[in-house]
């Protein structure tokens, strides 16, 4: 059956998403087999969109389609795509909600879940987005269930991805949903792309930790970091930090949402990572590095957070020896 798919663009969106959608469908259809795919650039109101200084022509959107794609749009901070989301762009709020209300599935790529959820497409839902802005729009739309994880999610008549290159997966949700999982697969080879890309936390960072406002919190997190070799004890940290246990524990998880051991984890993936990327230590010697004198404990918490093994993460993401042609 023709999968109708229309891609809304507007002004200054992330055309490299809009577009990976577009061409990978269009590709899709020119395999032996596939029923096609009827793909269009629409906007609100039809008529041409300025994208990255280019004019670029759009038809009206359909009220027929199976689904309606949503782009990101760029920002500095989850505050400045916020703003924009609510602020501005509500002629793309309406006809992401007209849509829906239609029966057309909304997908939303990367940040794009902002401008969806702002139109109150993803009320309810699960929902993903870029890692490093996950918690931003679960701190925004509380009605959501934001999941971190997920490459692609799809919850009902929604659809939301990860970061940018996440286009490129969804539109392969799309071929598998129309055409099923053998031409996907076919055309994931085509196209290059790793079969298990079905989890972003592996890309993913603790962000830098800022200000806390709480002198002691900021105390003990300073501490926990720079004792990261030694373990964590709770009752000495808090004795070095000039307070109680439960006091510290209170504070701690009133100001950052986790305890100080969740927030040495993450810290302890963080290490394990820029390791694991940069040296060629051996992955017995890395549990000391970090406190950690069961191996097995490590390994538990780092698969936790990435997905992967340590030995896993080094051969995706470790630093490639130097490759060189003829001698010298």
Known sequence: MLMKADILLFDDCLAS???????????????????GYD?????????????????????????????????????RSAAGIIARCTAGLAAERRLIAEAQAAGVRIAAVC?????AAAAGALDGRRATTAWALT????????????????MVLT???????????????????????????????????????????DDQRRYGRSLP?????????????????????????????????????????????????????MFRQRLVVEAVRGLLETTTLPLAEIPPRVGYADDVSLRRVFRARTGLTLAAYRRRFGALPTHRSGPG
């Open 17 to 35: 998403e809009a577009f990976a959608v577009r061409d990978t469908l269009t590709l899709a259809a020119q395999m032996p087999g596939s029923p």
């Open 39 to 75: 793909v269009r650039l629409v906007a609100a109101g039809g008529g041409p969109v300025a994208i990255a200084g280019l004019e670029v022509a759009a038809a009206a959107p359909r009220r027929w389609a199976d689904v309606l794609v949503v782009p990101g749009l760029p920002g």
């Open 111 to 115: 940040v794009g879940a902002f401008l």
């Open 135 to 150: 918690a931003a729009l679960q701190r925004w739309r509380p009605q959501l269930w934001v999941e971190e994880g997920p």
């Open 155 to 197: 919850d009902g008549p929604v659809t939301t991805t990860g970061a940018m290159s996440a286009a490129y997966d969804l539109a392969l949700a799309l071929v598998s949903e129309a055409e099923g999982g053998e031409a996907a697969q076919r055309l994931r080879k085509l196209l290059a792309l790793d079969g298990d890309r």
């Open 209 to 261: 930790v800022g200000p806390r406002g709480d002198a002691l919190v900021e105390r003990a997190q300073r501490m926990i970091a720079e004792t990261l070799a030694e373990g964590l004890d709770l009752p000495v940290l808090a004795q070095r930090c000039g307070a109680s246990p439960r006091t510290l524990l209170r504070r701690f998880r009133a100001v950052t949402g986790e305890t100080p051991l």
